[in-house]
T-cell receptor, first 109, second 115 residues
C-alpha cells in the first residue's frame, strides 16, 4: 500500500528553527509537495522537490532524499503566523497526489 | 481571475437531504479535483476531471456522490441522502494540466455539517 508518515504535532518557540519530517512509501515517485494549511482554510503551496537536495525559499527550505524515501521542511525564524498544519504529499506513478495526515505546528511566544 | 472559487462556503443540512457544491477553477486550468478533508487528516481524493471528462473516481466513493463538469469549466459535486459521516470540508482544486508539476491550487472549501 501507499503510505505517508509525518508527526502529528510539534511545538516550537517564536524565533527558533523547526524541522518537520516526512517519510513515504508509494508506487512510483514523481515529486513531493509541502503545503501549509491554517485552521479552517484551504492548503496553500509551499514547495516542490523532484530531485535530491535542498530547495530554499526565504525562511522555508525543503529537502528530499529519494533513495531514503524521506523529506523534511525546515522553517527558520519562526513567527506566530507559522502556526498551522503542514502537509506532505507525494506524486505517485499515476501522477496522483498521496497526502499525509499533516503535522500541526504550534508556535509559542 | 483571482483563484479557485467554491460555494457555498458553509452548508448545514438534515440527514437524508441532498446537497450540491459548486467549484469554479482558475480559467485556464484543465484539471479539476474534488477532495474531502476531516479534522486532523490530509485531503482524501474523491474524483478528478481533465476538461469535461471524469477520468478517475475514488473506489471508496459511495454511489450517493456524483460530480459533473459539463462544459469543462465549473464543476458540481452532489451528495444525495446525506449521512452524518458526510460532514467534512469539501475542497476543490485545479491545475494547469500538461507540462505542470502537479501543483494544485485550492479553493477555500465548502464545509458540510449533517445534523
Amino acid at each position: 500500500g501507499q503510505n505517508i508518515d509525518q508527526p502529528t504535532e510539534m511545538t516550537a518557540t517564536e524565533g527558533a528553527i523547526v524541522q518537520i519530517n516526512c517519510t513515504y512509501q508509494t508506487s512510483g515517485f514523481n515529486g513531493l509537495f509541502w503545503y501549509q494549511q491554517h485552521a479552517g482554510e484551504a492548503p496553500t503551496f509551499l514547495s516542490y522537490n523532484v530531485l535530491d537536495g535542498l530547495e530554499e525559499k526565504g525562511r522555508f527550505s525543503s529537502f528530499l532524499s529519494r533513495s531514503k524515501g524521506y523529506s523534511y521542511l525546515l522553517l527558520k525564524e519562526l513567527q506566530m503566523k507559522d502556526s498551522a498544519s503542514y502537509l506532505c504529499a507525494v506524486v505517485d506513478s499515476n501522477y496522483q497526489l498521496i497526502w499525509g495526515a499533516g503535522t500541526k505546528l504550534i508556535i509559542k511566544p | 481571475d483571482t483563484g479557485v472559487s467554491q460555494n457555498p462556503r458553509h452548508k448545514i443540512t438534515k440527514r437524508g437531504q441532498n446537497v450540491t457544491f459548486r467549484c469554479d477553477p482558475i480559467s485556464e486550468h484543465n484539471r479539476l479535483y474534488w477532495y474531502r478533508q476531516t479534522l486532523g487528516q490530509g485531503p482524501e481524493f474523491l474524483t478528478y476531471f481533465q476538461n469535461e471528462a471524469q477520468l478517475e473516481k475514488s473506489r471508496l466513493l459511495s454511489d450517493r456522490f456524483s460530480a459533473e463538469r459539463p462544459k469543462g469549466s465549473f464543476s458540481t459535486l452532489e451528495i444525495q441522502r446525506t449521512e452524518q459521516g458526510d460532514s467534512a470540508m469539501y475542497l476543490c482544486a485545479s491545475s494547469p494540466g500538461q507540462g505542470d508539476t502537479g501543483e494544485l491550487f485550492f479553493g477555500e472549501g465548502s464545509r458540510l455539517t449533517v445534523l
